[in-house]
Structures are given as structure tokens and as C-alpha cells.
């Protein structure tokens, strides 16, 4: 059963930002995640998470980036959520600086 044609994006360039989104920035924000995480935490721990749970939860935010209307909101929240994991990795190294 083909897809209705009005739920499609219409626009190529929405659509670049999309898939562009949900595969890019859904891998920026699962790396930069599981790297604040690894300075919080057991860094073992997190790093074998990641091998599974970072597949999982990058496929998540692959199809959460084409529910949104405009892709380009999407690539807005994604840097941001990494901004501010890349934040927390910094503050990490800061205070355990031996890891």
C-alpha cells in the first residue's frame, strides 16, 4: 500500500535536511552522549553500552527527525542537545582529569 501523498515532504531540500538530520546529527548526539557519560560514570561500562544501546538509541533519533515538519528545527535541536553533552564532557574532564 503506497504512502499518502500529502504526509510526504514535498521539498528536496527538507528532505535533505531530514535525512541529513536524523543520520548526522542523530550520530553527533549518540557519540557525544555516551562520551559525557564514560567521564560521569564507569567509562568500561558506558563504552560496552555503546555497542548496542548507541545503535538503538541513534535509530531512535533517526525516526524521530522525520516526524518533524521542518528538518531544519530538527538539525537546530540535535546541535544543541550536543552542544550540551560536549558541555558535560568538558565539565567531565575538568573534574577527572585522570581518566
Do not use: C
Request: no cysteine; aromatic share 18%.
Amino acid at each position: 500500500m503506497p504512502a499518502n501523498k500529502k504526509y510526504l515532504t514535498k521539498s528536496p531540500v527538507q528532505r535533505f535536511a531530514k535525512i541529513s538530520a536524523g543520520m548526522i546529527g542523530g550520530y553527533l548526539v549518540t557519540v557525544s552522549f555516551h562520551l559525557a557519560l564514560a567521564l560521569w560514570v564507569s567509562h568500561v561500562d558506558v563504552l560496552m553500552t555503546l555497542r548496542f544501546g548507541g545503535f538503538i538509541l541513534w535509530v531512535a533519533l533517526l525516526i524521530v527527525a522525520f516526524l518533524a515538519k521542518n528538518g531544519w528545527k530538527t538539525w537546530e535541536i540535535y546541535l544543541g542537545i550536543t552542544l550540551f553533552f560536549s558541555f558535560a564532557f568538558y565539565l567531565g574532564k575538568i573534574y577527572h582529569p585522570i581518566l
